[in-house]
Each structure stands twice: as structure tokens, then as C-alpha cells.
């Protein structure tokens, strides 16, 4: 698929999270790569559920540089990280959803363990609801290059697929196109919807 069509499946893709509320006053980011030096990212302080192709910003994921001197998210460092560890991710979308913002507070680990939900196979690779899938889990911050550094040093000792939970802030996930990363995100807000349900009805 070209860039154009790709930035415009992103646009679509941040409309559906508008709609869902998971990108409420200005919150969330999303990108799209264009190459192996260059990808796409929303401006920041736009509102994400209304983004047009114009709204989106050239950034060099070596050096977070946007050429255009517009200011594109401040997650940037977030977004490129991901595309320097994963070669092959085409697309990053981060949402403040409820449930990514409260679970993540409620865990008090650095791992949202997930285990025995059919909708874990929505997450490519997954075959069974007999496994237990860990979600990352890094303490929010405001210095997004501190953020981005602990991000990078436990991928270095760990596996770190799908996304990851900002605690208290949200979650950010990504895939090798813009259709697997909406799925990642919709398969992984279900299951955190669920989680919450079951430790809301089990206490614990
Ligand atoms: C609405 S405050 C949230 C922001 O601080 C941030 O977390 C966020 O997701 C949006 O920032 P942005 O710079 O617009 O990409
Ligand atoms: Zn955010």
C-alpha cells in the first residue's frame, strides 16, 4: 500500500477512535511510517476524532525532526521509538481510554497478565486462551525521552509485542499496517474491559 493510502486509512482509523470515545479533549496520538527514515504524525493539541491528512507531520525517526517547524505530538519520542525497535510496524496508535487509565493504576506490577479470554487470539500470533499474555507496564512521564529509555531497556530483557500501558495515562499499540494496529487496539481494550469487569466482580 502507498504512504497516501495509508495516511488516509490512519485518518479513518482516528475518526472510529473518536466515535469511541477513546480520544477525549485532545488526548491520544497516531502515526503512520512511511519508510525506514520517515514516518507521519499527528499534530499535537489537535482533537485526534477529527483529523484531516493535513493535521499529520513528516518526522525523521532518527532524530524525532519534523521538517515542516509544525509541532507534532508530544509522544513523538514514543511513536519513533517503536518504529526503530520494530522494523516491520507500520503503524502506532496511543488512546486514553477508561479502562487503559484505570487498570493500569490498579496494577500495581510492571506486567498487565492476561489469561484465559478467547479475544486474546484478536493479537496476531495468538492461538489459545490457555496462555498468559503480558502486557508492559511503565510508570508515566512527563520526560518522554526518560519514558522513551526505560521503554527501550526492557524490550532489550523482555518481549514487548502489541503495545504497552502508560499507568494512569493510556495505552499505546501498533502493527505492521494500519488495520492490525485498529484490531491490536480494539482486541486489547476489550480485553482490559473485561479484566476490569472480572477483578471489579471478584475483588481482587
Ligand atoms: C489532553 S492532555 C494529553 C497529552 O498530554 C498527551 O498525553 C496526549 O496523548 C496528546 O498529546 P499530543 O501532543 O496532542 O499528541
Ligand atoms: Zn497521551
Known sequence: MTQHLQLAALVEACHWIGAKGWAPATGGNMSVREDARWCWLSESGKDKGSLTTADFLQVEIATNKAPSGRKPSAETGLHTLIYRLFPDAAAVLHVHTVNATVLSRVEK????????????????????????????????????????????????????????????????????????????????????????????????
Open 109 to 204: 506490577s510492571g506486567e498487565l497478565r492476561l489469561s484465559g479470554y478467547e479475544m486474546q487470539k484478536s493479537l496476531s500470533g495468538q492461538t489459545t486462551h490457555l496462555d498468559t499474555l503480558p502486557i508492559a507496564l511503565f510508570d508515566n512521564d512527563q520526560d518522554i525521552d526518560a519514558l522513551a529509555g526505560r521503554i527501550e531497556a526492557y524490550s532489550r530483557e523482555n518481549p514487548l509485542r502489541y503495545g504497552f500501558l502508560l499507568r494512569g495515562h493510556g495505552l499505546t499499540c501498533w502493527g505492521r499496517s494500519v488495520e492490525e494496529a485498529k484490531r491490536h487496539l480494539e482486541g486489547l481494550e476489550f480485553l482490559f474491559e473485561c479484566e476490569m469487569q472480572r477483578r471489579l466482580l471478584e475483588r481482587r
